[in-house]
């Protein structure tokens, strides 16, 4: 086995076990291979060993080495896990299955118009701002229920919610907290979870992960 594909046989495994503490199903949580920054080479190790969802941060580095390798793989998944500007909504449209960064009133009027315009209706999680960070991205909690029905009300797809914990602390009472917003929303998807702590989100019931340094190893 290569080392890319040894990397995702072992975090399959960890998911699967979390999951399992957690009295759910590993199939139940989608792992995302994040892959901002590694080229395609990097990126095609992963592809043979079966693995189908990817994430990006970027619009236009998503679209610099994507479209070749969708060609060949043609089940591939991309979600877009970074932050999105508002007049990249239509490229992001026409290329991304899945919208992680939708968090401010100005994304959900861009996204319905590119929506409406390209004929790609995306699924969208909404990031919650969980630790209330100045420099992170995502909407203030309690700007959360607003947003939902702005969204809702604009034709968007909902998938659930998303968040980032802030950097060193215990991430469990903040994935915990963003399972809570989802319920008393009505959302039964999380994103939630990255290399380092990913298997606390599963038992905190991520349904989504959004794994990239334990795939494919410290960037240069």
Known sequence: MTEPAQALCEIRDDIAHAARIARRKGED?????????????????LLEAGQRVFGENR????????????????????????????NKAEDAAL?????????????????????????????CF????????????????ADLPALLAEAKAAGLPIAGLMCVPPADVEPSPYFALLAKLAADNGLSRLSMGMSGDFEAAVRLGATHVRVGTALFGPRD
Not at 97 to 123: C, M, N, Q, W
């Open 95 to 123: 290329l991304f299955d899945a919208i992680h960064s939708l968090d401010r009133p100005s994304l959900v009027t861009a996204l319905a118009r590119a929506f409406e315009k390209t004929g790609r209706s995306v699924p």
């Open 59 to 86: 619009v236009q580095e998503a679209q610099a080495k994507w479209p070749d390798l969708k060609a060949r793989y043609p089940d591939v998944r991309l979600h877009l896990v970074g932050q999105l500007q508002s």
């Open 29 to 45: 949580v989608t792992l995302i291979a994040v892959s901002k920054t590694r080229t395609p080479a990097e990126i095609e190790p």
């Open 126 to 141: 909404v990031q919650v701002n969980i630790g209330d960070e100045e420099q992170k991205g995502g909407c203030a909690i």
